[in-house]
């Protein structure tokens, strides 16, 4: 009886030892899942962390966008302000231009008008298509119906 009690016992100890070594592996692989969830929290915190900060980004940027807009819209009603003015003085110049001009310059200006279009009368009679004809006139209706 005392052998079966020694056997008994060494059994027990066989089933201690490797449930022991079981527990152990057991516990070992709890702790690699744990690191890996804690390595999996921080990833993912640090994630939501530069989630976070391109919201951040993006607000600050849509922001901008919108100030660089208002001021675009503002240069553009200023643009068109001071194209307007342009026009203005240019119509004012003009008519400046215009009421200083007397009756001589004016007839100064259309007899030097008249006498670059006999030039350009001189030199279109020297082309080909205008060659054969001898007058003004017929050069003048030759030009109308070309047109």
Same mark, same amino acid.
């Given at each position: 009886?005392?052998? !079966?009690?020694?056997? +008994?016992?060494?059994?027990?100890?066989?089933?201690?030892?490797?449930?022991?070594?079981? +527990?152990?592996?057991?516990? &070992?692989?709890?702790?690699?899942?744990?690191?890996?969830?804690?390595?999996?929290?921080?990833?993912?915190?640090?994630?939501?962390?530069?989630?976070?900060?391109?919201?951040?980004?993006?607000?600050?940027? &849509? &922001?901008?966008?919108?100030?660089?807009?208002?001021?675009?819209?503002?240069?553009?009603?200023?643009?068109?302000?001071?194209?307007?003015?342009?026009?203005?003085?240019?119509?004012? +110049?003009? *008519?400046?231009?215009? $009421?200083?001009?007397?009756?001589? $310059?004016?007839?100064?200006?259309?007899?030097?008008?008249?006498?670059?279009?006999?030039?350009?009368?001189?030199?279109? !009679?020297?082309? $080909?298509?205008?060659? *054969?004809?001898?007058?003004?006139?017929?050069?003048? !209706?030759?030009?109308?119906?070309?047109?």
């Amino acid at each position: 009886m005392g052998r !079966k009690l020694d056997n +008994v016992a060494n059994d027990q100890k066989e089933m201690f030892d490797k449930s022991k070594y079981k +527990v152990q592996q057991y516990q &070992n692989e709890i702790d690699l899942r744990e690191q890996e969830i804690m390595g999996l929290k921080k990833t993912n915190e640090q994630q939501a962390d530069d989630i976070k900060m391109f919201e951040l980004k993006q607000t600050q940027l &849509n &922001n901008q966008m919108q100030d660089i807009e208002e001021e675009l819209e503002l240069k553009s009603g200023e643009n068109n302000r001071l194209r307007n003015q342009v026009a203005d003085l240019e119509r004012a +110049v003009k *008519d400046l231009y215009g $009421s200083r001009k007397g009756e001589g $310059s004016i007839q100064v200006e259309l007899n030097n008008m008249k006498s670059d279009n006999e030039k350009l009368i001189q030199l279109l !009679k020297t082309t $080909s298509g205008y060659q *054969d004809l001898e007058t003004v006139d017929i050069i003048k !209706k030759a030009k109308y119906l070309a047109n």
